[in-house]
T-cell receptor, first 114, second 113 residues
Framework: DGGITQSPKYLFRKEGQNVTLSCEQN?????MYWYRQDPGQGLRLIYY???????QKGDIAEGYSVSREKKESFPLTVTSAQKNPTAFYLC?????????????FGSGTQLSVL | GENVEQHPSTLSVQEGDSAVIKCTYS??????FPWYKQELGKGPQLIID?????GEKKDQRIAVTLNKTAKHFSLHITETQPEDSAVYFC????????????FGQGTRLTINP
């Protein structure tokens, strides 16, 4: 079955540590996205990529970094510069670059600070 | 930029009754409006979407209506069932271009048996 796989489901970060969240899709989608979700709030865009080896900042990119070396993979690194990293992180993808329809989400990663 | 407001933030209805969630948007360039359902600990699932060239779209017990003039759109769920309990998000964007989906704050819907 095609879909978006996020791992791990739960992740804990120590002070000063960088952590990487994995996102893989086998839908052959061109565009991939990372969102952050805080309790009782909507989804805020961190980074997005419309093509391999290219990505753009979203609304809350500070303290995060991404890479897009392969079409199917879009990992997100939460760096030590992100002072409030506890949140639910969602990866998403859509089939066609330039058409804002049918955004599909993975199952999410809950990141907590130890 | 686009701003999407969603109301109410929480909604409780009796099983079998109807539920309505409303959203307003600010950017007249927006012409694509999806709705997502998110169950606890899971990612949002697209349940229905509408383009601005239609005023209403139905899929079994769910429907979305759009008023372009007033810049608001609504999700209607009829004959509610316990499995409809979840958080629902609306969103808006232009169909084409670099603008990204802007989401509402979410509505926690509880269906009481």
């Amino acid at each position: 079955d095609g879909g978006i796989t996020q791992s791990p489901k739960y992740l804990f970060r120590k002070e000063g540590q960088n952590v990487t969240l994995s996102c893989e899709q086998n839908l052959n989608h061109d565009a991939m996205y990372w969102y952050r979700q805080d309790p009782g709030q909507g989804l805020r865009l961190i980074y997005y990529s419309q093509i391999v080896n290219d990505f753009q900042k979203g609304d809350i990119a500070e303290g995060y970094s991404v890479s897009r070396e392969k079409k199917e993979s879009f990992p997100l690194t939460v760096t030590s510069a992100q002072k409030n990293p506890t949140a639910f992180y969602l990866c998403a993808s859509r089939p066609v670059v330039g058409l804002n329809e049918k955004l599909l989400f993975g199952s999410g990663t809950q990141l907590s600070v130890l | 930029g686009e701003n999407v407001e969603q109301h109410p933030s929480t909604l409780s209805v009796q099983e079998g009754d109807s539920a309505v969630i409303k959203c307003t948007y600010s950017d007249s360039a927006s012409n694509y409006f999806p709705w997502y359902k998110q169950e606890l600990g899971k990612g949002p699932q697209l349940i229905i979407d509408i383009r601005s060239n239609v005023g209403e779209k139905k899929d079994q017990r769910i429907a979305v209506t759009l008023n372009k003039t007033a810049k608001h759109f609504s999700l209607h769920i009829t004959e509610t069932q316990p499995e409809d309990s979840a958080v629902y998000f609306c969103a808006a964007s232009p169909i084409q271009g670099a603008q990204k989906l802007v989401f509402g704050q979410g509505t926690r819907l509880t269906i009481n048996p």
